[in-house]
Nanobody, 124 residues
């Protein structure tokens, strides 16, 4: 079993940056694909970014491309989401997810483990 704990959320202004962390425990996630998703109030969960098990492949939602960067540190068993140039529409609860098998995907239903989420609020 894998436990995921997100951290790093907070309240910031438009244009600011935040770095979210997702620490995994229970077992190593070095062979897992990892993803970040978000859910704003009253909206469906949406894909943000994903990274393959090797870290060699990443993919982003169009809405965050060029502003967000996903990365992973296998030694720390941790995945990061660097968020720059934040906008009010980025306001949401951000969730980290892990998928066995290593193949990254934008489909949240294919992830096996989820964290509890961290709130990001961007004010104008």
């Amino acid at each position: 079993q894998v436990q995921l704990v997100e951290s790093g959320g907070g309240q910031v202004q438009t244009g600011d940056s935040l770095r979210l962390s997702c620490a995994a425990s229970g077992r190593t996630v070095s062979s897992y694909a990892m993803g970040w998703f978000r859910q704003a109030p009253g909206k469906e969960r949406e894909f943000v970014a994903t990274i393959s098990w090797s870290g060699g492949s990443t993919y982003y939602a169009d809405s965050v491309k060029g502003r967000f960067t996903i990365s992973r540190d296998k030694f720390k068993n941790t995945v990061y989401l660097q968020m720059n140039s934040l906008k009010p529409e980025d306001t949401a609860v951000y969730y980290c997810a892990a998928r066995r098998g290593g193949a990254s995907t934008i489909n949240g239903d294919l992830y096996d483990f989820w964290g509890q989420g961290t709130q990001v609020t961007v004010s104008s």
